[in-house]
């Protein structure tokens, strides 16, 4: 039995019409003093409460933002998330997440459908989608926050919120080379990911400088999860046994190498050394403990919600783009 209470049940208690509580719920005036304190006390009393697809039709607002994630499973967009969340709660905004599972195709169809619910705002992290269906889907929403992905060609009405990846793929490979490494390869995630290309170019860049032959064999494309890893490790060392060092797309691939390491009987480091990205927590719980790139990922996600609501707000002319740069952290996995 549905009892819910309506604006019908009100007006019908404070002996009013429908318009008059209608007024007082969405703070319209024209209702004097003693009506309205009325009206408030029978809502009060009954537990009324405005039904917000109602109170979006009389406002243009939804009170929601959509949050769009590759995979949500991954402990950095799950911190990310609790950024975005803080922010929007303090300013009385709920979040829409949504994952795509790493599939452009789901990534089109989320957008269409959070367009369709009117939300305020949206926040798309780490897009798979190539750029043109990406600002078409984009045109869809008013205000928009793309988080570590950059548009070739600017759009004005855009914030970015970018991890500076060349640099830390840079770091992470140069840190390897200093550690007497030689044969450095790269496990670089999804070929749809802008952050896996863009670390690849820190990767290049890194061995240019000390010397060191590039070998398109030691990338090799793989999942962004802890069984990507392990497949593209196994399949990496059983061909390539000369590797010596491993930089990992993130933490969860790089845990996947450990695993392999330790079933082939690659001893870590000794044998082959890891460098993962992103510092989730399970970094420094596995052993050995995870040398990698640190990200302050619930920093990235309260930047990306600030920057969104200002957009709300009404931002002027270009709308900002903010780079977190990435932070070597030393374990025992690579000293």
Do not use: W
């Amino acid at each position: 039995m549905n009892n819910r209470v309506t604006m019908a049940d009100v007006a019908r208690e404070a002996g009013v019409s429908l318009m008059t509580v209608s007024r007082v719920v969405n703070n319209k005036g024209e209702v004097s003093e003693p009506t309205r304190r009325r009206i408030l006390e029978v809502i009060e009393r009954l537990g009324y409460r405005p039904s917000g697809i109602a109170r979006s039709l009389a406002t243009s607002r939804t009170g929601i933002i959509g949050l769009i994630v590759p995979d949500i499973s991954n402990p950095f967009f799950a911190d990310l998330a609790k950024g975005v969340e803080k922010v929007a709660y303090a300013e009385g905004y709920n979040v829409f997440l949504c994952s795509t599972e790493e599939n452009p195709q789901r990534e089109l169809d989320v957008l269409e459908s959070l367009a369709e619910y009117r939300v305020d705002g949206v926040l798309t992290c780490s897009s798979r989608l190539d750029e043109k269906h990406l600002v078409d889907s984009l045109g869809f929403f008013y205000s928009a926050v793309l988080v570590n992905r950059d548009l070739e060609n600017e759009a004005p009405s855009v914030g970015v919120v970018m991890v500076d990846d060349v640099h830390g793929g840079k770091i992470a490979t140069n840190h390897l080379i200093d550690g007497g490494r030689r044969r450095v390869a790269f496990l670089a995630g999804p070929e749809t990911s802008h952050s896996g290309r863009r670390r690849f170019e820190g990767y290049k860049a890194a061995l240019a400088e000390a010397g060191l032959p590039y070998t398109p064999d030691l990338v090799v494309h793989c999942d962004s999860n802890v069984e990507g890893g392990y497949d593209a490790t196994k399949s990496l060392l059983s061909t390539h046994p000369e590797v010596d060092a491993i930089f990992c797309y993130n933490d969860l691939v790089a845990v996947g190498a450990l695993r392999a390491c330790s079933e082939l009987g690659a001893s870590v480091p000794n044998d082959v050394a890891i460098v993962g990205f992103d510092d989730i927590m399970l970094a420094g719980l596995v052993t050995p403990s995870l040398t990698t790139c640190r990200i302050q990922r619930e920093e990235v996600g309260r930047k990306a919600a600030e920057m969104l609501l200002e957009q709300m707000g009404g931002c002027s002319g270009k709308c900002e783009t903010a780079v977190f740069t990435p932070e070597l952290v030393v374990r025992r996995s690579a000293p």
